[in-house]
Nanobody, 117 residues
Framework: QVQLVESGGGLVQTGGSLRLSCAAS????????VAWYRQAPGKQRELVAS???????VYVDSVKGRLIISRDNAKSTMYLQMNSLKPDDTAVYYC???????????WGQGTQVTVSS
């Protein structure tokens, strides 16, 4: 059974930093695509950043230069380093794994990030 467990959310002031973590189990972590999504109140869930098994990254324009996705395959864990946070970054953040072979998606439980102005 695949499980993704997130941690690291919280309340931070504008300009502050947070680091989200997502530990995976029940899956061969290293060969799959990892990603972070977020959903703000009243808005659709959107892709924030993704990283392929080879390390290629994709970011939504609004976070480029501020948020950094990374992965530690030895620990089956992905991270989202969040710097220079803005109130618009306030959302529930979800980690995601997409199986490269089948396209199956797995989600974490979500962690709240709130940026105060």
């Amino acid at each position: 059974q695949v499980q993704l467990v997130e941690s690291g959310g919280g309340l931070v002031q504008t300009g502050g930093s947070l680091r989200l973590s997502c530990a995976a189990s029940g899956i061969i972590f290293s060969i799959n695509i990892v990603a972070w999504y977020r959903q703000a109140p009243g808005k659709q869930r959107e892709l924030v950043a993704s990283m392929s098994s080879g390390g290629r990254t994709v970011y939504v324009d609004s976070v480029k230069g501020r948020l950094i996705i990374s992965r530690d395959n030895a620990k089956s864990t992905m991270y989202l380093q969040m710097n220079s946070l803005k109130p618009d970054d306030t959302a529930v953040y979800y980690c995601n794994i997409q199986k490269s072979l089948t396209g199956a998606l797995y989600w974490g439980q979500g962690t709240q990030v709130t940026v105060s102005s």
